[in-house]
């Protein structure tokens, strides 16, 4: 693999030392390092070690100097085909989050702070993967920036247990008993309660020495100043050493009796904490963020309430009245470390992510209605599916309310979304919403099948690398699209067009529908209530089409005619409608003589009606959606077509017959029609010859 890590600069310090770490680990392991920062004292070391540094200036709150390095970064991505970026700062994840946006790169970030809430961090939960540092930072990310828990990885911070040696306290205490704060210079590290701490502690412990480790940046020298003189105040300038920025941690630990840990805010993990514990340092620590999860109360360290001096003070002086105490502490953290914080863990653990990122993804279908075109397109979906197996893919399809029944048994979908345009996903706030719940998700591909303006907006909403569909209007949000040919084609060829840009061909029909037992025997229940036997052989009739489109139904008097003829032939006939059907089949029934058919109008849902479609032995209806149910099913249809046309609306499949006239206003695509003559052309006795041809075969 090829692995960019982007940091503000490669100066001492926690994510400067792991991002080195893990340099030379990748580098050890075969696999191309490269680190982009704004420079610093180990680049060297980092260049030594066989990566690769690129100095950018990537380490300014600009916004002017953000934009400017994007396509800089983006360069030496494509130069060095870079498989994963991992950011580890804000700003570099920002220009990193873009770049990868231009070269579609895969994008991982590691939170090593307790960020506010504010639009600036927010690009951290904007990764494929997130790597927290402890359990604080996992929730914070999740209930604070909407990052799904499914994104969110933790990894440590570890330990080199070949630089940290483990030293007893016992062999280390000598008359002086040193007392060491190890962090940058800033408010938020607690330094003016460690020394009021070590001011009161200094009252029972006369040889004690203060040292404090790390320096103030060039905007919080006013704090460093004030730190200086607090100590001078309480009387502590000959007991307290200022160390400044130090190399050498290692030495630094060899040397204390004791570290002392004051954060005020919240600790995203505390990696001094394990190295001290590694090096054999006793811990007393604030109860904060990520520190809870390495210091077990009273096991491996003592934790205090943040900005309590007191507190710290009697800690400090309850470890150094009680050697076997410090030497108890020391030693089960060093076992914890172990276990827990090791170096080659968190290498392992780190390039699991990477290729995880690499090896899994998330694919999203699109396809909200009609019920009919829902139907159509289960071909699609399993032949996505088979393009794109488990367990390295997921499929999630995003259906309208009144369709997702259809859908509930699919096996080759993993997620089913549903969404509601009528209710809660109504107007621009909806779809906004929706959007972000796409987001938060984090799909790697869109296959558009519904290719509409809301369809292919949400497409581009979800922030998809990839979204395929038809170049329609506002096709532009797709950046893999196709011209929608004008010459006519069949829906499942039309479907296999956007399939083709995912190398997928159009081999065979497979539509399929997925009744549960329940729905089969639900019907067979019901005939068994009209007394049908089960040699017994019976024609579904669907009333209608549309209340919406009235030009696409038969004429009620034509099924009249229709079913009485075929009583004579001894062939049960059985209704199907939905509850405004009801109606026209109480007319229908009352006017016929001698037949006697089954009124399942109302009476089922969609999957019951597939597993009665299934038990016909043939299925007569227009363009509908119980048409493409037949289909699906494999039983043999008659459709019946008039303002619309049957080339582009139903599945090429060999078992059934399609009646249309040809008119020369016809197909017109309209709803409402004065003559309604392309239905009454079609005559109940040419239905049933087709029926008879039908059920010859």
């Known amino acids: 693999m090829n692995i960019l890590q982007i940091l503000p600069e490669l100066n001492v310090g926690g994510v400067e030392t792991g991002t080195l770490d893990l340099a030379k680990y990748l580098v050890r392991a075969g696999h191309k ?121 933790l990894i440590p911070r570890s330990v080199d247990l070949e630089r940290f040696k483990y030293l007893s306290p016992d062999k280390k205490r000598k008359k002086e008993f040193n007392v060491g704060m190890i962090a940058r210079m800033t408010p938020i590290k607690g330094h003016l309660h460690f020394i009021k701490a070590m001011a009161r502690a200094s009252r029972t412990i006369p040889q004690l020495k203060i040292w404090i480790i790390g320096d103030a940046p060039s905007s919080r020298q006013g704090y460093k100043e004030q730190i200086q003189v607090l100590v001078k105040r309480l009387g502590l300038w000959h007991n307290t050493q200022f160390l400044g920025t130090q190399r050498d941690i290692p030495a630094i630990l060899a040397h204390l009796d004791l570290l002392v840990v004051p954060t005020t805010t919240q600790e995203a993990f505390g990696r001094v904490i394990i190295e001290a514990q590694a090096a054999g340092v006793p811990v007393i620590a604030t109860k904060v963020g990520g520190i809870v999860d390495i210091i077990e109360e009273g096991k491996t360290g003592l934790l205090v309430s943040p900005e309590d001096h007191t507190a710290i003070a009697e800690a400090t002086i309850k470890i150094f009245k009680d050697p076997a105490l410090a030497r108890r502490l020391s030693e089960s953290a060093l076992e914890k470390v172990k276990e827990k914080y090791n170096l080659e863990l968190m290498f392992k653990s780190t390039l699991g992510v990477y290729k995880d990122a690499l090896e899994n993804f998330k694919i999203l279908i699109i396809k909200f209605s009609s019920l009919g075109d829902i139907i159509l397109s289960t071909n699609a979906i399993k032949a996505i599916r088979e393009k794109f197996p488990l367990p390295h893919y997921k499929i999630s399809l995003l259906v309208s309310d009144e369709c997702k029944e259809v859908l509930l048994g699919c096996p080759y979908i993993d997620e089913l979304l549903v969404c509601d345009f009528k209710n809660k996903d109504k107007g621009l706030k909806g779809l906004l919403g929706l959007g972000a719940i796409l987001r938060k998700k984090y799909f790697d591909k869109v296959v558009d099948l519904q290719n509409n303006q809301r369809s292919h907006l949400l497409s581009r909403l979800s922030l998809a690398l990839e979204r395929y569909g038809y170049d329609k209007k506002f096709g532009f949000l797709l950046n893999y699209r196709i011209k929608d040919k004008k010459p ?109 058919p089954i ?79 392309c239905m009454q052309m079609i005559s109940h006795q040419e239905v049933l010859e087709a029926l008879d041809k039908l059920l010859a075969k």
């Open 33 to 153: 390092a490269i680190v982009v920062s704004a420079g610093g004292d180990l680049v060297r070391e980092l260049e030594s070690s066989g990566a690769v540094h690129y100095q950018l200036s990537v380490n300014k709150k600009s916004l002017f100097t953000m934009i400017k390095t994007v396509p800089l970064v983006a360069q030496v991505i494509k130069k060095e085909q870079i498989d994963i970026v991992h950011a580890r700062s804000r700003v570099p994840a920002w220009i990193a989050y873009f770049a990868c946006r231009k070269t579609r790169c895969v994008f991982i970030t590691t939170c090593h702070g307790y960020y506010s809430k504010h639009i600036f961090s927010y690009v951290m939960g904007w990764a494929k993967r997130v790597i927290v540092l402890s359990n604080v930072i996992a929730r914070h990310m999740i209930e604070d920036f909407s990052v799904a828990h499914e994104r969110i990885r």
């Open 488 to 596: 006519i084609i069949d829906p499942l060829t039309h479907q296999f067009r956007i399939l083709k840009m995912l190398g997928i061909e159009f081999d065979r029909i497979n539509l399929e529908l997925w009744p549960a037992l329940g729905d089969q025997n639900y019907i067979e229940e019901l005939f068994s209530s009209e007394w049908v036997s089960k040699n017994q052989r019976f024609v579904g009739i669907n009333i209608s089409a549309s209340r919406k489109w009235l030009t696409k139904n038969w004429p009620l008097s034509y099924i009249t005619r229709l079913c009485e003829e075929l009583s004579r032939l001894d062939m049960r006939v059985i209704i199907t409608g939905s509850e405004k059907d009801l109606d026209d089949a109480n007319i229908l029934i009352s006017s016929l003589k001698s037949a006697k």
């Open 599 to 677: 009124n399942a109008c109302g009476k089922t849902t969609v999957n019951q009606l597939a597993a009665l479609i299934k038990r016909c032995s043939a299925y007569i209806s227009p363009d509908s959606a119980p048409l493409h149910i037949a289909a699906a099913v494999g039983t043999p249809f008659i459709g019946l077509f008039g303002p619309t046309d049957p080339r582009r609306h139903i599945a090429p499949v060999k078992n059934c017959i399609v009646i249309k006239k040809d008119l020369s206003c016809s197909p017109c695509y309209k709803p409402k029609c004065k003559s309604k003559k």
